[in-house]
């Protein structure tokens, strides 16, 4: 009996400092983006922020990221625009409520300082499931992580209005995901 208990505290042990889960927050958090509109740039941000992150920098590759931000949230600072974008022609947040990204595989970078790695994954909106790819930063707070990170997207891909003469097509995204330890 002490074999067996001594077994599965051991396994506990391991499973816990093997893959460690954490909650992303909206305090603390920021999905923000950037767009051209009438040749200025343009943003917004995002809220509802929701899922579960898995991660250990002693295991990396192990790590996963399943999260998804509500795309009714939007806020450009503009009601009229904020409407619109929330609309069938944009987001279609009736038939498409939320964003969502999730890894395929996280890796070191070639950077030699500690807390920088590479995500690779999907994002999915209105539907349309892309693979993205983009080196990202942790920061430990505490108990818990911060994770930066920017990428790149066409708006025209994943079918986020239509081509525009006075709307970029290109999209930066910036992320800073407060994770809390569950």
Do not use: C
Request: hydrophobic share 35%; net charge positive; no cysteine.
């Amino acid at each position: 009996m002490k074999v067996y208990f001594s077994f599965l505290l051991f396994l506990t042990i391991s499973i816990a400092a093997y893959s460690q889960q954490y909650v992303p927050q909206d305090a603390g958090s920021k999905v923000h983006f950037v767009i051209k509109n009438f040749g200025i740039k343009t943003g917004g941000d995002f809220t509802g922020l929701k899922g579960k992150i898995s991660f250990n920098p002693n295991q990396i590759t192990n790590a996963t990221f399943d999260v998804t931000v509500s795309a009714g949230t939007i806020d450009t600072d503009n009601s009229q625009r904020d409407e619109s974008l929330v609309g069938e022609d944009y987001f279609d947040v009736k038939k498409y409520p939320v964003i969502k990204m999730t890894s395929t595989k996280i890796s070191t970078t070639n950077k030699t300082n500690a807390g920088y790695y590479y995500f690779t994954g999907n994002l999915t909106i209105k539907g349309v499931t892309q693979t993205i790819s983009f080196p990202f930063q942790v920061e430990k707070i505490n108990d818990d992580y911060l994770f930066t990170g920017e990428f790149q997207i066409n708006r025209l891909t994943f079918g986020v209005g239509e081509r525009s003469m006075v709307l970029g097509n290109m999209v930066i995204v910036q992320l800073k995901v407060l994770a809390k330890h569950q």
